[in-house]
């Protein structure tokens, strides 16, 4: 049975504060009237009176007997007549007179029980509720809800409970009938076949479909892809499941979460349909695999060549400057005193080779001038040019606009797979001359075009050829004009864009939320007035700033003084070191989980109540075990009484990323309610940073890290100016980091709201400026290399007095004017939630040829980075305000870092679920432990105070709760919950209200 606080449902608190008693039980002059018109009798009224209170504070009717008794005097004390006695009232609660006076609060209150008609209109409500939501507890507070708005009388607690249980029982049937009966016998018997394993394997099929590529060696790109194929071949015999989306992902948790034993134990209709949809959703994953490891072997290809470059070109230096040496012989040679033919023999003197043999010199260096790796990819490709191949074939990718170039050009690499010639004509492929060229860039067109006659192509040079198309694929691939049928990360994201209709619908909502002009015309001519004062305003102050100046047309910005802190500060921040208690790790969360009671969002995936008799040593030993990176058997050692696969088994059969997520911010709402952390930040301001985790090599986002060397992967994070960390995310070493700064502040669903997020360099692009202002969200990224940044003209026409030369390239207007409303549709399916900004970031950030939205956000963005470039050359505490905010950022990933001390700080795990859980894992430990010290360090500050030290708000705003001197992160751990740890009081203050309070 799911429990009462775990839902909505309205209880008394058992010992309410003074203030409580006021602000919800003190009667109104309305309420005393009707109640002295409709009861007389003295014990009557005052039962009235309680029944009226508690109601509107619960909705539903609440025996006397029930009330706490401070609750009942305070409403009985109001009423001027004598005090019922206790026993007298709760004889009244047995009488048909109760009835009656409800009767008559139901009419006052205009609510109505709920009968035999209510109760079928509150069984559809929970079945539909049931129909996106697994956890009963959330199938309540939907009907709560409902209850409510339509002036029902709640009903008992069991009764929801039992309704919610029901109504989720019979969607999972109709979800699971509605897949098995799609399925003949031949495919049940083949779905039957997979939980068992075959004579001579050591596992089952169905274990080998939870299958994912490893380090994307030719050899496994071969496994993997054969695969892929036999994958394929299965899910070309299952039906399409039609459910929707949140139920869908939970049936896949589930089926995931099941080895074959288990699969094979359900009822068959069950166990049929979570195969089915698991095994489409792992197909659909593998599609996107397979083209992850096709744009990672063609970056391999690359850094071949570009190595093979470097080494050429250092082997012949000797030889560039025997050629430079040349060019001066001749140019001196030219200046000679002389006729012309004087100069020409001089010039034929000083050659050191016969002309020709100088040429080609020449035209071999030429070959590979200005980076040129091209030619050195040949080599390389003919060791994976069969596997590139047969991933283009596998994905199969599909045009997202009319262009077919690139499935026309797929057809003529399908057309070569079986030739060996270098040179092939143009007639064997089907290609014409004159249109099917156009789309080559340079570089490549004098590798591809190898024979000519009068002027036409008439053959290419083959491996060029296929190098080119598959590298167009590529680039397509992530841009989106070219989409993965059936895909996930790489299918079609204008079907996910909300339709005409919605976006009509929802457009004035969104002009109003986000403050942006809906209008075309209005919103390109608000902008530009904006851009243009903006840049008058710099202009004009320009002489005036000390810290800004232009020198032979380049910007150069100084660095402003560092701010000194405030006096004391540093003796305050040891004397908080020395009294802060000693303390365990895993005590630092027995304690924070106690406050926060965070075990009850750990539920089995299946939906079923917990059969875990102590679930809260259990689950503080997997936040211990994955958080700080110790590994289930390293766990069992340190802590008694546990084993290696009671801590794994919790990590697979109750945790997905989305509880972690739930508890994150349920940690995140109890520190904000905090004073500590309101000297820190308003929590309107975030800042986004990436750090590198250590992997092993074998799996696919492990990936060689340039800057810090090794393999891994990034944990991305968004961390408020409260130092607290709002979201966590797990990336590739070759993702760019801009394209997720934007999807924290989008699904956050903490009580810390920030509007404002700063970033590294990768938030400069042109695209995710013009997203985040078309979202809401003020991007402010600090800044390097500004000197080499375009400023973009607001108006053609328009000359400035002293920052004129900053600006290059002018605004085309009408670009943005025309593509607004295709943006803002963009913008509108994003904040309802139908795709990430992620998504379309990965798409825009990619140059397209043929998108004309891509071409639009960058000019939106060229509008919105110039103006915040403005800002930042002439505001100085902006830059100072980046600087700092950007620094909270860095020391969030040093302290979690350090946090992460087990199994030498890398993630051992090769699973991409369970690394971006174990991702998750850490950031919910690190808030843990800064809430810890955020209690600690208060409770500090006040008895600091107290011995008469100087506290005030400079200093509290000069600290930081990233402390680790006074925890013990290693030995023996002991799970002692004999152990006294104070209440948590969200309410402490350090410093009285006179004395100043955080400013909001």
């Excluded at 008799?613 to 990176?629: D, H, M």
């Excluded at 692009?765 to 290399?785: C, D, E, N, Q």
């Excluded at 994003?830 to 140059?847: E, F, H, N, P, W």
Aim: proline content about 4%.
């Amino acid at each position: 049975m799911t429990q009462l606080h775990e839902t909505a449902y309205p209880r008394l608190k058992a010992d309410p504060s003074v203030q409580d008693l006021i602000e919800i039980y003190t009667l109104t002059p309305d309420e005393i009237a009707f109640i002295d018109k409709t009861v007389k009798r003295p014990i009557a009224r005052s039962a009235a009176f309680i029944y009226l209170k508690l109601f509107q504070r619960l909705g539903y009717f609440l025996h006397i007997r029930d009330v706490p008794s401070v609750i009942r005097q305070h409403i009985v004390a109001q009423t001027g007549y004598r005090p019922a006695r206790s026993d007298e009232l709760r004889q009244f609660d047995r009488t048909t007179a109760r009835t009656t006076l409800i009767t008559a609060l139901r009419r006052y209150l205009n609510v109505r029980p709920l009968d035999d008609q209510g109760r079928a209109w509150l069984r559809h409500v929970a079945e539909t509720a049931a129909d996106s939501r697994h956890v009963v507890a959330d199938i309540i507070n939907v009907m709560l809800e409902e209850l409510v708005h339509h002036r029902y009388e709640l009903p008992g607690f069991s009764t929801l409970d039992r309704l919610g249980i029901q109504a989720r029982e019979k969607i999972h049937d109709v979800h699971f009938a509605s897949i098995a009966d799609q399925l003949d016998a031949k495919v049940k018997a083949l779905i039957d076949s997979l939980f068992k394993v075959k004579s001579g394997e050591s596992s089952s099929t169905w274990n080998l479909l939870k299958r994912e590529p490893k380090k994307p060696t030719n050899k496994e790109t071969r496994s993997y892809l054969q695969h892929i194929r036999r994958l394929q071949l299965l899910v070309d015999q299952l039906p399409i499941p039609d459910i929707p989306v949140p139920k869908l992902k939970q049936y896949r948790y589930i089926a995931r979460s099941l080895d074959a034993t288990e699969m094979a134990e359900l009822k068959p209709q069950k166990r049929y349909a979570l195969a089915v949809i698991y095994i489409r959703s792992q197909f659909a994953q593998t599609l996107d695999d397979a083209a992850d490891l096709f744009v990672r072997m063609l970056q391999n290809l690359d850094n071949q060549a570009r190595n093979k470059l470097g080494e050429y070109q250092q082997e012949h230096l000797q030889r560039t400057d025997r050629l430079i040496g040349q060019l001066k012989e001749m140019l001196l040679a030219y200046r000679i005193d002389g006729t012309d033919h004087q100069r020409v023999e001089a010039i034929g003197g000083s050659l050191i080779a016969e002309v020709d043999d100088l040429v080609a010199i020449c035209d071999e260096h030429m070959a590979y001038a200005g980076r040129n790796h091209l030619p050195f990819l040949i080599q390389p490709y003919k060791m994976v040019r069969a596997q590139l191949l047969n991933c283009i074939e596998i994905v199969n990718p599909q045009s997202s606009s009319e262009d077919d170039t690139l499935i026309r050009m797929m057809k003529a690499l399908q057309a070569l797979r079986g030739t060996r010639h270098e040179i092939v004509p143009l007639s064997l492929v089907g290609l014409n001359a004159e249109e099917d060229f156009l789309w080559l860039p340079s570089a490549w067109r004098k590798l591809v075009i190898s024979e000519r006659a009068d002027s036409q192509v008439i053959a290419i040079n083959r491996r060029y050829f296929e190098l080119a198309v598959l590298y167009a694929i590529r680039d397509e691939l992530k841009s989106g004009d070219l989409f993965i049928q059936h895909g996930e990360r790489y299918d079609d994201y204008r079907e996910q864009l909300v339709d005409d209709d919605t976006l009509n619908r929802e457009l004035a909502q969104y002009g109003e939320v986000t403050g942006v002009e809906t209008d075309s015309r209005a919103f390109t001519e608000s902008l530009k007035a904006a851009f243009l004062e903006t840049a008058e305003a710099v202009d004009a102050a320009f002489p005036d700033n000390a810290y800004a100046e232009i020198v032979d047309g380049r910007l150069i910005l100084k660095k402003p003084p560092a701010s000194e802190p405030p006096p004391g500060i540093r003796a305050i921040d040891q004397l908080i070191t020395e009294h802060m208690e000693n303390i365990s790790i895993v005590d630092v969360l027995i304690d924070t989980e106690r406050w926060l009671q965070l075990h009850k969002l750990f539920r089995p995936l299946m939906g079923t109540e917990s059969r875990i008799e102590e679930l809260r040593p259990r689950v503080i030993s997997t936040l211990f075990c994955y958080g700080c990176n110790l590994g289930p058997t390293q766990t069992a050692r340190s802590i008694r009484g546990m084993s290696r696969k009671q801590i794994a088994w919790l990590n697979i059969k109750y945790v997905t990323e989305e509880v972690l997520e739930k508890a994150i911010v349920k940690v995140i709402n109890a520190y904000n309610k905090f004073e500590l952390p309101g000297y820190w930040g308003s929590g309107k301001h975030a800042s986004a940073d990436g750090t590198k985790w250590n992997l092993y090599e074998q799996n696919l986002i492990s990936e060689h890290h340039i800057r810090y060397g090794g393999y891994g992967g990034i944990g991305y994070y968004h961390v408020s100016d409260k130092f607290i960390a709002l979201f966590s995310h797990f990336i590739s070493c070759g993702t760019y980091e801009g394209t997720h700064i934007l999807d924290g502040l989008m699904t956050n669903t903490s009580d810390i709201r920030p509007d404002t997020i700063h970033g590294d360099t990768q938030a400069q692009s042109y695209t995710v400026f013009a997203l985040s202002h078309l979202l809401g969200i003020k991007l402010m990224p600090r800044i390097r290399g500004i000197k080499d940044l375009v400023f973009h003209r607001p108006d053609s026409n328009k000359k400035f007095t002293h920052i004129d030369r900053l600006f290059s390239d002018d605004i085309n207007w009408q670009m943005i004017e025309t593509h607004l409303p295709d943006m803002l549709r963009v913008a509108v399916s994003i904040k309802l939630g139908k795709i990430s900004a992620s998504a379309i970031l990965r798409r825009l950030g990619t140059y397209s040829r043929k998108n004309k939205l891509y071409f639009a956000f960058k000019e939106l963005g060229k509008v919105i980075r110039t103006m915040f470039l403005l800002k930042y050359v002439g505001d100085v505490e902006l830059r100072r305000l980046i600087h700092a905010e950007t620094n909270k950022s860095e020391q969030f990933n040093g302290f979690e870092k350090k946090l992460f001390f087990g199994g030498e700080g890398v993630i051992a795990e090769n699973l991409r679920h369970e690394q971006r859980k174990i991702i998750k894992y850490n950031h919910l430990v690190a808030n843990l432990v800064i809430l810890h010290n955020v209690v600690g360090m208060s409770r500090v500050l006040k008895q600091l105070q107290a011995e008469g030290a100087v506290i005030n708000q400079e200093v509290l705003a000069g600290l930081a709760p990233y402390r680790l001197e006074h925890i013990n992160r290693f030995g023996d751990y002991v799970l002692d919950f004999r152990r006294k740890a104070e209440a948590l009081d969200e309410g402490f203050r350090i410093l009285d209200v006179e004395s100043g309070t955080p400013t909001e």
